[in-house]
């Protein structure tokens, strides 16, 4: 495509967006790639950890965009792939997540999952036998 990168990267909504961003950073390491704030306080973050990259939104129920605390529950699941699930999870968990499964082998994979002060779940780890 001449050069054009194309690239897929998912936007999570969330009620009170600033402090999404703000866990996101503490609980993954996460560093804000673009950011736009809103006169009434709503942002708009892509952020990145370590070259993976998501978006963080505010809910806008006009334009149909729902916080999982609006649904009652999140759609998806984000997966984290790290070198080390045991220490990523627990920072997570340090920075305000709560431990929904804890790391452990399943699947070919050590892997946990959290739920994040906003509803969404992330399952964290990475394939046995990968460093």
């Known amino acids: 495509m001449n050069g054009f990168k194309v690239g897929c990267a998912p936007m ?3 009620r009170h967006g600033a402090k999404a961003v703000e866990f996101y950073k503490a ?3 996460a560093v804000e790639v673009f950011r736009l704030d809103a006169p ?5 973050c892509r952020l990145s950890v370590q ?10 129920p006009e334009h149909e965009n729902f916080s999982p605390e609006s649904l009652g529950g999140s759609t998806t699941r984000m997966v984290l792939t ?8 627990a920072t997570a968990i340090a920075a305000g997540a709560a431990e929904v499964r804890p790391v452990k082998e399943e699947y070919g994979w050590l892997l946990g999952r959290i739920r994040d002060p ?13 460093s």
């Open 27 to 29: 609980a993954f390491g």
């Open 51 to 60: 070259g993976a990259e998501f978006w963080v939104a505010d809910e806008s």
């Open 40 to 44: 009434d306080g709503a942002v708009v």
């Open 118 to 130: 906003f509803g969404h779940h992330w399952e964290i780890g990475r394939e046995l036998g990968a």
């Open 82 to 89: 790290v070198r080390d699930p045991h220490s990523a999870q």
């Open 12 to 14: 999570l909504s969330v």
